[in-house]
């Protein structure tokens, strides 16, 4: 069935320090791809998404972009803020399987120091 | 700007107890979800719902499970007979339309500790 796989945490990085985090997937048709932020004590909020192959997503200085040939969406920003501190989650949407219902990988959390 | 909300924050329930989670979705929105992630593990997908009825459910959701919007604002998640592995945050989402670019906005979570 359709999957995301994504890199462990936490993941504890410098302010202004350069941020990938890894999300690959596996799905039968032909997914939206999303990356929700989760800022402590608060609910999931959608951070960016792309719905097609080559499509780049950004919000925010972060930015991802769908590619179809690796089966990835990872997640970088250039130079991160210590109000960047969330657990960061890689999702799916596929047209072939769950129409409109959500598949997440584990979570990644990100911790930046001053 | 709107947001979901969820009660309670935290439920600690004894095993074979019944829960209810409740959950505010946005005013305008249509189509609402649970959503469950155990300590350590992926955000799960247990149930869609639409016009009143069941759209999709997960292995998950089984016959322990009902959801109900009894009013024209809540959402509820019942857990009839509560389980050790029932333990988890629930999140309700909620989201104007279907299609599989939509956006959910989700709510920040009820903590259910079965003991």
């Known amino acids: 069935g359709d999957s995301v796989t994504q890199m462990e945490g936490p993941v504890t990085l410098s302010e202004e320090a350069f941020l990938t985090i890894n999300c690959t997937y596996t799905?039968?048709?032909?997914?939206?791809l999303f990356w929700y932020v989760q800022y402590p004590g608060e609910g999931l909020q959608l951070l960016l998404k792309?719905?097609?192959?080559?499509d780049k997503g950004s919000n925010k200085g972060f930015e991802a972009t769908y590619r179809k040939e690796t089966t990835s969406f990872h997640l970088e920003k250039g130079s991160v803020q210590v109000s960047d501190s969330a657990v960061y989650f890689c999702?799916?949407?596929?047209?072939?399987?769950?129409?409109?219902?959500?598949?997440f990988g584990k979570g990644t959390k990100l911790s930046v120091k001053p | 700007e709107p947001e979901v909300t969820q009660t309670p924050s935290h439920q600690v329930t004894q095993m074979g107890q019944e829960v209810i989670l409740r959950c505010v979705p946005i005013?305008?929105?249509?189509?609402f979800y649970w959503y469950r992630q155990i300590l350590g593990q992926k955000v799960e997908f247990l149930v869609s719902?639409?016009?009143?009825?069941?759209?999709?459910k997960s292995e998950i959701f089984d016959d322990q499970f009902s959801v109900e919007r009894p009013d024209g604002s809540n959402f509820t998640l019942k857990i009839r007979s509560t389980k050790l592995e029932d333990s988890a945050m629930y999140f309700c989402?909620?989201?104007?339309?279907?299609?599989?670019?939509?956006?959910?906005?989700f709510g920040p979570g009820t903590r259910l500790t079965v003991l």
């Open positions: 989402a909620s989201s104007d339309q279907r299609g599989v670019a939509d956006t959910q906005y």
């Open positions: 799905a039968t048709g032909y997914p939206s």
């Open positions: 792309a719905t097609k192959a080559d």
């Open positions: 999702a799916l949407s596929d047209k072939g399987g769950s129409q409109g219902n959500l598949i």
């Open positions: 005013s305008n929105h249509l189509y």
């Open positions: 719902f639409y016009n009143n009825e069941i759209s999709e």
